[in-house]
């Protein structure tokens, strides 16, 4: 049995400023960490069958591939931790709210542990405020 972790995020800008702050590295590297403290350092090859690496302070990286992507819509792609073995798909939908706002969805799955699943959680919750900031910015 699998964990799967859902998180529902709402932002007052278009989407395509949503999707830039996924997928282009000088962005992803003001918020793609849960601890504002540690230095991000990213690379992204945004397309399908292109990889990403985000280093977090040097002691928590993740990579992984592009699976899918629709420019402003879907973002999927695996994630693994560098020190571990398991490989999760994380997808983020990106819908257009009203005239200017965008709600994001983010699906994180294939966990097969809950404890792991709960940890990323907290970390997403944390990293998205970051974005939130971001983006207000």
Known sequence: MTTTIRIER????????????????????RWFCPNPDLRVSSHADAREGGAYRVNMGGEYIVSGSYQRLEERAV??????????????????????????????????????????????????????????QLLAG
């Open 10 to 29: 709402s932002y007052d800008c278009r989407p395509g400023r949503v999707w830039d702050a996924w997928t282009k590295p000088d962005l992803m590297d």
């Open 75 to 132: 973002l999927e792609c695996t994630w693994q931790w560098e020190h571990e073995t398991l490989t999760t798909l994380l997808r983020v939908e990106f819908a257009q709210r009203g005239s200017g706002g965008t709600d994001l969805v983010l699906v994180h799955s294939d966990f097969t542990d809950a404890a792991d699943a709960e940890a990323t959680r907290e970390g997403w919750e944390l990293s998205l405020d970051r974005l939130a």
